[in-house]
């Protein structure tokens, strides 16, 4: 008996003495790797995907290779890391590798006033410069956007180009954003490059010019300008991963499955920025460019299940791929299925813009990862530039493929919000909105045939069916919807339209509210907005009523419009 307690309480001294040695030693380890640094590089196996649910929650992944985990991690979540017990290696932060003479900063070997030619990083004031310079330069097609500021003041800035710079017309929105991980920098020179061909190629390259006509175009070269310029405004050299507070924004937004806060922070004020642009406005498609591989990854990122469009979501991938391999050196751009992904089958992650752009602002936004190395030397920009250009304007152009139109009331010809569900397709806020300023939707979908409803509040739903689509092409639909209590309406007229007997088998009389002969054109629409007969009335004038004979119409709800030189007036039909 007293051999077992003397054993029992050994053992209880072993394990907490064990369990205060482990959790001394880590406490040792954090206060060495987070002496001067916020945030580290490693690397560590994993014996089973399954481990990434658990992993995926606790630190920022980076990479999966077989069974080879690159991550980030700040000292919160690395303590937690360390309670799990892997042997992991320390990596060399990306942002640190080169040189100053290899970063080029500033253009160094430009002279001034010269063309710009995109082989070196600007400074950060350099980089405000530029993006003022652009829109101040081409006011006609270009205006400068402050999205908001970072934590440490720096600006979030965005330019719009488009031949209707000021004002929202019925023309796609589309946005490029890069390097919301601050490290990741090849995409935010690329989107600068992309930014000076557009303006410069206006009215002298016919794509360019097509582009800047039919589309509204907002480009974010720079989402992260802590975390670039981490090591000072006059450098990238030091750039980090994280904010200035050490969160990872690219797992900050609101997520599908994950909620609000899937990371356990509260939104910084990038990520709050960011969430108010998306809000004032729609971006139909839209794309964030990163680095450390060599793919395109599109949604879903935090499902296992495929996105209702999965199908044009890999066609696009495939375009923007097969055309980039037709350009670069044989193995760029072939990481995983040859270049393309589906998010959750390479790893999965919660609070990403991607999903939070697709799911919440009914979007379709993919995440593009065109340098494997994360900083690259600036004497390789114009090279990865030259790989993707032309993949850049395909994607643009896609966001005005599929079904576009305008959504319409039949009776005012006022445009509507309306949703535009496909059905038997839909489904995770794959549909779409007609815009409730100009009533026009875009619906990019694959080819196929197709069945669209429409639904909108105090409105009839509408369903079209087979509407054919083609790849790289756009079908037109427009849409008339009828109010439900649409009744006599008065549009310019104090008058009504009097009908009686109302219903009837088909004979009417309609007494004109005009006091003058005079011919008064007609139209008959039903309740799918159709129009099913029209003609003109002779009315003699005062209060003598016409009759008409609309027995030859099926049984059914109508609504005529007629119009007079006091105004236009509507009424409701019923024939029994």
Known sequence: MNRFRFTFFSLIFFFTFSSAFSQENNQKILDDLFKTHGEVYFTFSIFDRSEIGTLTKIISLDNVKGSEVFAYANRTEFGRFLELGYQYTILPSPGSLLQESELNMGGQKRKPGSTVVWNFYPTYDQYVSYMVGFAASHPDICRLDTIGTSNQGRLILAVKISDSVNVNRAKPEFFYTSSIHGDETTGYICMMHLIDSILSGYGSVQRITNLVNNYQIYINPLANPDGTYHGGNSTVNGAQRYNANYIDLNRNFPDPKGGPHPDGYAWQVETKAFMHYDSIHHFVMSANFHGGAEVINYPWDTWSRFHPDDNWMQFVSREYVDTVH?????????????GITNGYAWYSIEGGRQDYTTYFHYGREMTMEISAVKLIPANQLLSFWNYNRRSFLNYIEESNYGINGQVTDTLTGAPLRA?????????????????ANHGWYFRPIAQGNWDLTFTCIGYVTKTVHAVNVTNRHTTSLNVRMVPVNYGIVEVKSKSSLLLYPNPSKGNFNIQIPESSAGNYPFVIYDLTGN??????????????????DFTFLPKGIYLIKLTGNRGVCQGKIIIQ
């Open 531 to 548: 129009q099913v007969h029209s003609g003109t009335i002779y009315g003699v004038g005062g209060q003598t009523p016409v009759s008409l």
């Open 326 to 338: 037709l350009y670069a050196p044989a193995g760029y751009l072939t990481d995983l299925d040859n």
């Open 419 to 435: 949703r535009v569900f496909i059905t038997g397709h839909d489904a995770d806020n794959s549909y779409e909105f007609s815009n």
